[in-house]
C-alpha cells in the first residue's frame, strides 16, 4: 500500500525513518504544524526526567507513521481502507494534536477556558490556516473528512479508532516515546507484536486483538498503567504542573481586577488574560512564550507572582503529602491558619489538591458490563471477550481505580500540615 | 479544596440514588447538555457518550468516603451497582453552601429526577441519539447508526421515536431547539 511514490524521510529517534508522501508535506511546512516544535508533549515533566524535552511535532510525526502501519495490517487482514479514507485518516494522524496549547495539558482548560485542545484543532483544520490550504490542494473536502475523523461526536468508523480507542496509534506513540525521552522503560511493550495481532471488528470499537497477540495487550496494558502512575501523574510533575496553573489564574484575575499593568503582562499573552483569543492569537503563543511571562514575573512587584514565577523557573517545588480520606472542612481551616502563620495567605496558591482524575491520561480499567469502551480478544471462533476475562494480570490490574491523593504546600509548612491531616482523621 | 465533587454531590442528593454506573454517567452527560454545571468531556464508543474523567471521579469521591457503592449480584452473577451520597458527601453540601462555594448545580432538579426515573435501557438510547444528532446526523441517520452499531440492544421503532420525543419535550433534540 503506498499514498504517493514521492516523499520525504523524517529520522526519527523511535521509529527510525518515517517516510511521508509529498502530498502531506504542506501539512508539515505549514506555520500551524511547525508551531508544534515549540509546544513540548509532556509540559513540565522536564523537572522531574530531564530528558522529557520532545515535543507534539515528533509525536504527531510518529503518530503518522503508526496509523499507517496499522491500516497496513488491516488491508493485510482483507479490511483495507479506500484510498481517499487513508489520505483522510493520514492527515488527521498528523493533525490530531496541531491545537495543542503551549505546556500540553499543564494549561489545558485555563488557558483558553471553554475551549480546548480538540476545538481548536478544528478551528485550525477549518479556518484560514496554512493546514487548510494544505489539505484543500488535495481535496476541497479533505478538511471536513478530518474534522469528522478527529470530532469527538464521531463514532462509528475504524478511521476514529485507529486515532482514538483503546488500541490507538496516538497512545501506542506516546507510551513508546515518552518512555524513551524520560530515560524509563515503563512505557516499553511490543508494538510490532501489537499491530501484528490487530484484528478488524465489525462493529465499535472496530479493531480488536488476535487470542494470540493476549500477551502484546497485556504488556501495553501494563505500560499504560506504569507510565500514568511513574511519569504522567508523578507528584513532583503534578506540583509543577499545579503551581504553573494556580501562577497563571493569579495572574489572569490580577489583570482582571486592574492590579496588574499592562507593561507586566507580555504582548502575547494579553488576549489570553482579556479572554478574548482569536485563532491568530493562540497560534502565536507557544511554551516560550509563558516561560518569557514567568521571567517577567519573577521580578514582580506582587510577592505571589515572584514567589510562584521563582519556583517555577528554578525549580522549587512544593511538598507533597499524599492523603486518601475526605479532608473535612475543619481540617482544611486548621491547614490554612498554618499557611497564614508562614504568610502565605493565598490558600488558591499554596494549598493546591491534586487528585487522578486531574490527569489527561488514563490507564485501562474495565469498569462495569457494558459501561465503557472495552478492548477486545477475538478467539478463533471468531468470538469478542473483553481482556480482563482473559487475561489475570489485567484482571489485576484493571479491575478497580487506584486512587492517590496528593496536597501540595510549601515546604516549611508541610510537617505541621501532614500531622494535622493525620491527626483529622 | 473538593469543590469538584460538588456538582456530582448535588446531582446525587437531588436524585436519592442511582443504579448502576452506565445509567450515572448518562444522567450526567444529559444534565451537562441541558446546561448542568459538569464539565467532564465524554467520548462516544459502543455504549454511547462515555466520559473516562467521570469514571475516575467517581472512583475517588469512592475513596474519599463521599460516596456509597453497594453492589448486590443477581441469581445469575451479574453484579449491579447502586450509588447514594455518604453521611461526608452530604456534610460536603452542607458545609460548601455554608462557606459561600457556588453550589448552584445549574439544571433543574425535577429533569435530574425525570432522568433518574428511566432505565439504563432508555437513557443509554436516548444519550446515544443526542450525541450523534448533535455530531451532525439527522434524527433518521441517528437512529439507524443507533440500531446498526448497537445492534444487540434490538432498540425498536417505537423505541427510538419515543426517546426522539423525550429529547424534544426536555428541548434537547438539536434540529428542534427549544425557543
Known sequence: MSVNPQSKLFRDPLHGYISIGDDLLPIIDSREFQRLRR????????????????????????????????????????APLAQDDLMAGLSAALLHDIGHGPFSHALEGILTPGRNHETWTQEIVTGPTQVNEALKTVDEALPEKV?????????????????????????????????????????????????????????????????????????YVLARYFMYWQV???????????????????????YQNGNLAEQDVPRQIRPFFQEAVTLDDYLN???????????????????????????????????????????????????????????????????????????AYDYYTAGEEGEKPPILIIDKNGSATEVSKLSEPIKALAGRSKNRFNLYVPEECVLEVESIIRAGR | MFEKYLPLALMLQIVGH????????????LAQAKGGAFNEKFK???????????????????????????????????????YSLSHDGKTLVKESCQSGVDAEIGVDPEFLMRMNSKSARELELIAALHYLMCAGMAESDAVSAVKLHKAQQHYTDEECKKALEELRAEGLNPHFPQS
Open chain 1, 39 to 78: 509546544v513540548s508533549q509532556l509540559g513540565v515533566s522536564r523537572l522531574t526526567y530531564h530528558g522529557a524535552e520532545h515535543t507534539r511535532f515528533g509525536h504527531s510525526v510518529g503518530v503518522y507513521y503508526l496509523y499507517k502501519r496499522l491500516a497496513t495490517e488491516l488491508d493485510r487482514r482483507g
Open chain 2, 18 to 29: 442511582v443504579s448502576g454506573r452506565k445509567k450515572l454517567q448518562k444522567i450526567i452527560y
Open chain 1, 232 to 254: 504522567y501523574y508523578h507528584k513532583t510533575t503534578r506540583g509543577f504542573e499545579c503551581i504553573l496553573r494556580e501562577l497563571w489564574r493569579y495572574a489572569r484575575n490580577k
Open chain 1, 147 to 219: 474534522c469528522n475523523i478527529l470530532k469527538e461526536g464521531s463514532c462509528s468508523s475504524v478511521l476514529t479508532s485507529l486515532i482514538s480507542s483503546q488500541l490507538d496509534a496516538d497512545r501506542m506513540d506516546y507510551l513508546l516515546r515518552d518512555s524513551m525521552y524520560c530515560g524509563v522503560s515503563y512505557g516499553r511493550f511490543d508494538v510490532d507484536r501489537l499491530i501484528a495481532t490487530i484484528v478488524p471488528h465489525g462493529s465499535s470499537p472496530f479493531i480488536a486483538i488476535d487470542g494470540r497477540g493476549l500477551m502484546a495487550v497485556e504488556g
Open chain 2, 44 to 82: 462516544y464508543h459502543f455504549f454511547g457518550p462515555y466520559s473516562e474523567t467521570l469514571a475516575a471521579e467517581l472512583e475517588e469521591m469512592k475513596a474519599l468516603d463521599l460516596l456509597v457503592e453497594h453492589a448486590t449480584v443477581s441469581p445469575s452473577g451479574y453484579i449491579s451497582y447502586e
Open chain 1, 285 to 359: 503563543i507557544d511554551d516560550y512564550d509563558i516561560i518569557s511571562a514567568l521571567k517577567l514575573w519573577q521580578a514582580s512587584e506582587d510577592p505571589v507572582l515572584r514567589d510562584m514565577s521563582t519556583r517555577f523557573l528554578r525549580r522549587h517545588r512544593f511538598k507533597s503529602i499524599e492523603f486518601n480520606v475526605n479532608l473535612h472542612f475543619d481540617v482544611q481551616d486548621r491547614i490554612k491558619k498554618v499557611l497564614e502563620r508562614y504568610n502565605y495567605t493565598e490558600f488558591q496558591c499554596y494549598m493546591i489538591f491534586d487528585q487522578p482524575s486531574s490527569v
